[in-house]
């Protein structure tokens, strides 16, 4: 059975050594501990060369040859009786090299299992076809809901359509903090979307918030010509 050192163990043991030379040479001459000394360095050279040899022995007999013609099913199961081997015989299996026949003098390269096993790839995702024709019943529902407004729509009188205006008020913030409203931007749209006013307002008042990011009004529109005082716009939108 191959006997395995790391260079730690071998610091370690090194340093035992040197501890039993202190504690057992005390009592010796110069002449005698130098030639302890000398003695004990022969040793432990001595001792280097044999882990050192069997870790070379241990490592090579670690390597395992896998034939070049050999299936991936095959291969695997060369892998695994290594293995199983290397376990059964008390040695690590992490440390077996798998070399494939005719590389035995290149680098020893290591085959794990993975490589024997494709690339997975992820499978794309396509719609299901109940999703697809869910999809498709509500965009028809939807057409026939908008086809239905359409018509229904279009059996109304233009009198009567005439009546109705659509009105949007943009406000602005007065007094303290802005917390008052007052009014900046008057828009009117018929029946059929069609502008019929659309302009700014002036405020009377200072104006302490302009909300643009609400409103888009910015000051640079109340302060311009085509402003609207705003007496003549509430009498002018009645």
């Known amino acids: 059975m191959a006997f395995f050192m790391t260079k730690k163990q071998k610091a370690q043991m090194r340093e035992r050594r040197r501890k039993k030379q202190k ?3 005390s009592d010796m001459t110069e002449e005698q501990g130098q030639a302890q000394g000398e003695e004990n360095s022969k040793k432990r050279k001595l001792d280097n060369q044999d882990v050192d ?5 241990s490592s090579s007999s670690l390597i ?3 034939p070049a013609n050999s299936k991936a099913k095959d291969a695997k199961k060369i892998r695994k009786d290594a293995r199983r081997k290397a376990r059964s015989e008390g040695k690590d299996e992490n440390s077996i090299k798998f070399v494939i026949e005719g590389q035995e003098n290149d680098e020893p390269k290591k085959i794990e299992a993975s ?3 494709r690339p997975k790839t992820h499978k794309k995702s396509f719609p299901r076809i109940n999703d697809m024709l869910e999809e498709q019943k509500k965009i028809e529902k939807e057409q026939q809901q908008v086809e239905a407004k359409r018509q229904a729509e279009a ?3 233009e009198d009567i359509k005439s009546k109705y205006l659509a009105l949007d008020c943009e406000m602005v913030g007065i007094g303290l903090e802005g917390k008052q409203s007052a009014l900046a931007r008057v828009s009117l749209l018929d029946w059929h979307g069609e502008v019929i006013l659309d302009t700014f307002v002036k405020v009377p ?3 302490t918030d302009f909300r643009t990011h609400v409103s888009g009004v ?3 529109h109340l302060h311009s010509d085509d402003a609207m005082e ?3 716009c509430r009498k002018k939108v009645g």
Request: glycine fraction near 8%.
């Open 23 to 25: 504690l057992g040479g």
């Open 53 to 57: 040899e069997n870790q070379n022995e």
């Open 64 to 66: 395992v040859v896998i």
């Open 115 to 117: 490589a024997s096993k």
């Open 155 to 157: 059996k109304l009188p």
């Open 205 to 207: 008042s200072r104006v």
């Open 218 to 220: 910015t000051a640079k």
């Open 230 to 232: 705003l007496h003549a």
